[in-house]
C-alpha cells in the first residue's frame, strides 16, 4: 500500500506516540503519554501513512512570540521523526513544505524548530537564530558569598507556582526579544514533562516575588534551568542560594538563553564557558513581518528582493518604507533592488541575530544596506522554552 501524507486526527495519536517513542529512544508511561497528548492536541500534527501505520510525522505547535513589543503568531516545529526504515525516501521534506504551507495560510508570521541538521533545514528557509550560553564550574570554584538576608527565598515545586513565575517572566527580556508567550496549557505540559523541576522563588522585603531559579538537582550536578531576576537584590539572594548547594555537589551549572558570555559578573569569571547556537527560525509571511516589525529608525523606499523556494508568495521584490513610525509595504515589479537577500539571511538579520553589515561583509546579501540595517533591532533574540 502507498505511503500518503495526510493531516492527522485524534485516531493517529497512539500511532504518533509509538513513533515518538521508537525515535527519540524514550520508555513509554503513562506520564509520558499524558503530557504528549496534551502537545499532540494543541498543535497541527503531520503525518506519513502507510497500512494505517503513522511512519513520519511533523508537529507544529501554535504560539504568540513577543518580539520587542510587537506580538507575532509563530509555528513551532517539534518531534520531527520517522521509522528507520521509511527515512530517507522523502517525506519529512513533504511534510515540512505542508506544515510551512499551512503556517503560511492561517497568518503565521514566524515559526521556530530545534534543527538535528542545520543543512538539512535550511533547504525549508530555516537559519540559525538563537544561541545559548552554558556555563559549568566545580563546587570549588564558587564564590564566597556574604549576602545580608533581605527578603526571603522559598522553594516549591514548579508545578505548583508556574502561574506566579509566568507573571515575572513575562516582564523579563525572555520573553521580549523573540521568547513565547506562556500559555496556561503550556505551563501544565512543562511541569508534566519535567516533574523533576523545583524551584526557588525570591520575594522581597514587600513579599512581592522579585525572582525565581528553577533547577533540577542530579546526582552530582545542580542544573539551573531557568533564572530570572528583576533587581540585584534578587540576582544576589538567588546566586546565594545556589551557592548554598556546593557542599552537596561537584559540579553546577547553567544553560542560560542569552546568547553573550558574562563571566565577569561572576565572582571567579575562570569557569568553563561556551556559546552553544541552540534553534533555528524563518519568516513565514514576509509581507506581515515587514508591516508590523518595530523599526527603530525610519527609512525612506527601499526595494528588498527576497529568494523563498519554500513559500512562493514571499519570493519576489518588496517596496518598504517607515516614515513618522508609519510603515508602508508593496509588492513590485519594476524597480531594480536596494538589497538582495534569501529568506534566511533576512530571518537572522531581522530578528537581531546579524546585522545586515555583517552579512554583506561576509558575502551572504548584496546591495546597499545601510539605511535598513540601521533600523533593525540590534539585541539578539532569546528563547528559553524547548519544543
Given amino acids: 500500500m502507498a505511503m500518503t501524507n495526510i493531516k492527522l486526527d485524534k485516531n493517529h495519536f497512539d500511532g504518533y506516540f509509538d513513533l515518538s517513542i521508537y525515535a527519540f529512544n524514550k520508555t513509554v508511561s503513562a506520564e509520558r503519554k499524558s503530557f504528549f497528548k496534551k502537545l499532540y492536541d494543541h498543535s497541527s500534527d503531520w503525518g506519513s501513512v502507510e497500512s494505517g501505520q503513522v511512519v513520519s510525522g511533523v508537529i507544529n505547535t501554535p504560539f504568540m ?9 509563530m509555528g513551532g516545529i517539534g518531534y520531527v521523526a520517522s521509522y528507520p526504515e521509511f527515512a530517507g525516501q522523502g517525506s519529512i521534506g513533504q511534510l515540512m513544505n505542508l506544515a510551512l504551507d499551512e503556517m503560511y495560510q492561517d497568518g503565521t508570521t514566524l515559526s521556530y524548530l530545534a534543527p538535528f541538521s542545520y543543512p538539512f533545514y535550511r533547504k525549508f528557509g530555516y537559519e540559525a537564530t538563537f544561541d545559548q550560553t552554558v556555563y559549568r564550574m566545580n563546587a570549588k570554584d564558587l564564590p564566597r558569598l556574604k549576602v545580608k538576608a533581605i527578603g526571603h527565598v522559598e522553594r516549591h515545586p514548579y508545578s505548583e507556582v508556574k502561574n506566579d513565575l509566568n507573571e515575572i517572566y513575562k516582564k523579563n527580556q525572555l520573553s521580549q526579544q523573540g521568547g513565547i508567550e506562556r500559555a496556561e496549557w503550556w505551563l501544565t505540559y512543562s511541569a508534566e514533562k519535567h516533574p523533576n523541576w523545583e524551584t526557588a522563588v525570591y520575594y522581597n522585603e514587600a513579599n512581592e516575588l522579585e525572582g525565581y ?33 556546593q557542599s552537596a555537589y561537584e559540579w553546577f551549572s547553567y544553560e542560560s538563553p542569552i546568547g553573550q558570555p558574562l563571566p565577569d559578573l561572576l565572582a571567579n569569571p575562570q569557569v568553563d564557558v561556551k556559546i552553544k547556537p541552540y534553534m533555528m527560525a524563518r519568516i513565514v509571511n514576509v509581507a506581515d513581518f515587514l508591516t508590523r516589525y518595530p523599526y527603530q529608525h525610519d527609512f525612506d523606499a527601499i526595494v528588498i528582493q527576497v529568494k523563498d523556494t519554500n513559500i512562493a508568495d514571499n519570493e519576489g521584490q518588496w517596496q518598504v518604507n517607515h516614515i513618522n513610525g508609519q510603515t508602508t509595504v508593496e509588492k513590485i515589479t519594476d524597480k531594480e533592488p536596494t538589497l538582495v537577500t534569501d529568506i534566511q539571511n533576512l530571518t537572522r538579520s531581522m530578528m537581531g541575530y546579524r546585522t545586515m553589515k555583517q552579512l554583506k561583509q561576509y558575502g551572504f546579501l548584496s546591495g546597499d544596506v545601510t539605511a535598513f540595517d540601521r533600523a533593525l533591532i540590534k539585541d539578539q533574540p532569546i528563547l528559553s522554552d524547548y519544543f
Avoid at 534578587?234 to 548547594?245: A, C, D, E, G
Fill in 65 to 73: 512570540t513577543n518580539f520587542h513589543g510587537a506580538s507575532f503568531k
Fill in 213 to 245: 531559579l528553577v533547577y533540577q538537582r542530579e546526582a552530582n550536578e545542580f542544573k539551573i534551568v531557568e533564572w530570572v531576576y528583576q533587581t540585584s537584590e534578587s540576582w544576589l539572594q538567588l546566586q546565594n542560594f545556589v551557592i548554598k548547594h
